[in-house]
């Protein structure tokens, strides 16, 4: 699991719903970590896909599962440094 803290960035899954964002694709939205709740509840600066920054407040985010609609996630690239540095502290032990 990655703790998150602020200033971290994340992937937005916005909710199908949600007219406030502007959305050109199914692609994810960048959002950036603002408040930490807990490792699974934060508060989001999310950037919808025409650069127009919106808040997003107790958003869950999705550690170790596919993330529903208006969750958050980390990305590939920051699973695979996790995965890596879990690796190296084990061999450390």
Excluded at 5 to 16: E, M
Excluded at 25 to 51: I, Y
Aim: charged share 20%; glycine share 6%.
């Amino acid at each position: 699991m990655i703790s998150p803290t602020n200033g971290r960035v994340v992937w937005y899954k916005p909710l199908a719903g949600d007219s406030s964002l502007a959305r050109l694709s199914d692609q994810p939205m960048a959002a950036q970590v603002c408040h930490v709740w807990s490792d699974t509840c934060v508060n989001l600066a999310v950037t919808d896909h025409r650069g127009t920054i919106h808040n997003k407040s107790s958003i869950t985010l999705a550690q170790d599962r596919d993330p529903c609609e208006g969750e958050c996630y980390w990305m590939p690239y920051q699973k695979g440094q996790a995965a890596k540095t879990e690796a190296l502290e084990g061999k450390q032990s």
